[in-house]
């Protein structure tokens, strides 16, 4: 079984920076593609970012493309994502994900472990 943590969430003012953490164990992560998933109150949870097994390839919603950037350390069993110029809009719990297999996916039904998810609030 593999278990995912995220850590890295807080409060932040509009255009500040976090980065987010999501430390795997149970099984190496290296084997799983990674994705980033948030949901804002009141809505559907929503595709964020998505890295391959051996990051070759990442993707990105296009409402964070150019500010986001996810990447991992297999070597540390850990996925990040870098968040730059964050926006109120961006205010929601992050989760990482992952799932077996090459490539990425955008879908949440594709992913087979989940992390509770850490909280991000942007202040304008």
């Known amino acids: 079984q593999l278990q995912l943590v995220e850590s890295g969430g807080g409060l932040v003012q509009a255009g500040g920076s976090l980065r987010l953490s999501c430390a795997a164990s149970g099984r190496t992560a290296s084997s799983y593609g990674m994705g980033w998933f948030r949901q804002a109150p009141g809505k559907e949870r929503e595709f964020v970012a998505a890295?391959?097994?051996?990051?070759?390839?990442?993707y990105y919603a296009d409402s964070v493309k150019g500010r986001f950037t996810v990447s991992r350390d297999n070597a540390k069993n850990t996925v990040y994502l870098q968040m730059n110029n964050l926006k109120p809009e961006d205010t929601a719990v992050y989760s990482c994900?992952?799932?077996?297999?090459?490539?990425?996916?955008?879908?949440?039904?594709?992913?087979?472990?989940w992390g509770r998810g850490t909280q991000v609030t942007v202040s304008s």
């Open positions: 994900a992952a799932r077996g297999g090459f490539g990425i996916n955008i879908h949440e039904q594709e992913y087979d472990y």
């Open positions: 890295i391959s097994r051996i990051s070759d390839l990442a």
